[in-house]
């Protein structure tokens, strides 16, 4: 494994990070997803990402059980904020001052940790002025259950104001978790500049595309029995925006490439986001342990410039750019 430090933070952090949406708690069982966690840790992945709303709190549960007896100081633990969780009351979802004292302490408890590396906005809350909101991530830093904040799908703006107030209030704002690949590259043009100026690194989320780039969805194809595709607890539905003949026959046109480097699919797609410097990890799912010992062989590889330029033609065409994307697939208004 290899690490970098997030942003311009002292907290070095694995390079390949295991996240667990839709998995845990969800699509995969519970015995499945300890031996997916007991691979990361063998395979040295030392950082793990959650959120409190994934499977409706049930993965910070299994991923808390799944670390249980860790040396704590040998783990960076992520979570987040922001969706609604609980049974819906008015006052379970935001960036309220109340939402984020009473929620880190839930995900404290089902973590099993009294203070948890990252606490992350999920999303930018429109409801919320932003003041309450960063003085409340401070009071979390302050009493000592985040050691450091970031935000997830933020705008480059938005971006700078949080920050700007967090430096007011004391408390480094170290990161920003936004979607990143080949097939979605929309922080590129504003998110990542902005960043890079401020001392703040991308943790980025989907690097495979939800597994279309390790290539097993084949174009005119069913999806392969056991895959994302076929989960209808909400797998299938998150994934189906790339699932298209066209996008997926681009990507097969990847294989040749990822066989020159001596690299699998899903390996190349994970070293990809890599490249870019402003990236301090790539946060990879897995479904299965066999995939995450197939992924951290992405760690330290160096992809030619010349290759680089090779994957943005074989893609031109089907590569998302527009930076208005990202306030785009956010909430506008605080969901109900
Ligand atoms: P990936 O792009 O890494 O997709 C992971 C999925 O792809 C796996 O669950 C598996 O699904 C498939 N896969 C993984 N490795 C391989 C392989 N080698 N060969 C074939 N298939 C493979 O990322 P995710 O979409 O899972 O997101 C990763 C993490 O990012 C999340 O767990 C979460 O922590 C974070 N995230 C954050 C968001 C945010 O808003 N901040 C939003 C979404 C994710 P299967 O086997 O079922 O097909």
Not at 88 to 108: C, M, T
Not at 286 to 291: G, L, N
Request: some cysteine; charged content about 25%.
């Amino acid at each position: 494994m290899e690490f970098r430090y997030l942003g311009h933070s002292g907290l070095k952090i694995s390079e390949i990070t295991y996240g667990n949406w839709l998995t845990h708690g969800s699509q995969v069982e519970n015995d499945v997803a300890t031996e997916c966690v007991r691979a990361a840790l063998d395979a040295g992945i030392t950082t793990f990402d959650t959120a409190d709303v994934y499977a409706n709190t049930k993965a910070e549960t299994v991923l808390g059980d799944a670390l249980k007896g860790e040396r704590r100081e040998s783990l960076e633990i992520f979570t987040k904020v922001y969706w609604p969780t609980g049974p819906g009351g008015p006052n379970d979802v935001g960036l309220s001052r109340k939402h984020i004292l009473e929620s880190i302490n839930g995900s404290l408890t089902r973590l099993q940790t009294d203070y948890v590396d990252l606490y992350q906005a999920h999303r930018y809350d429109t409801e919320t002025p932003l003041e309450e909101t960063m003085q409340a991530f401070a009071d979390v830093v302050r009493s000592g259950k985040a050691l450091y904040i970031g935000v997830s799908e933020w705008t480059a703006e938005q971006i700078r104001a949080g920050h700007a107030l967090a430096k007011e209030f004391g408390v480094q704002l170290i990161s920003s978790q936004p979607q990143y690949s080949m097939l979605w590259r929309v922080i590129e043009d504003e998110v990542v500049p902005t960043c890079r100026e401020l001392g703040i690194g991308q943790i980025v989320w989907s690097p495979i595309a939800q597994g279309v780039l390790s290539g097993k969805y084949q174009p005119g194809q069913p999806p392969p029995a056991g895959s994302r595709a076929t989960d209808e607890k909400g797998g299938a539905d998150m994934i189906k925006r790339f699932l298209n003949d066209v996008v997926l026959t681009r990507v097969q046109a990847l294989k040749p490439i990822a066989t020159e480097l001596d690299l699998t699919m899903a390996q190349l797609a994970i070293a990809w986001v890599l490249q870019n410097d402003n990236v301090s990890a790539a946060l990879v799912g897995a479904s299965r342990p066999e995939q995450v010992y197939e992924n951290v062989k992405a760690a330290g590889v160096r992809i030619p410039d010349d290759v680089m330029k090779q994957i943005d033609q074989v893609l031109d065409g089907v590569i998302e750019r527009d930076p208005a994307k990202t306030a785009a697939n956010s909430p506008q208004d605080r969901p109900a």
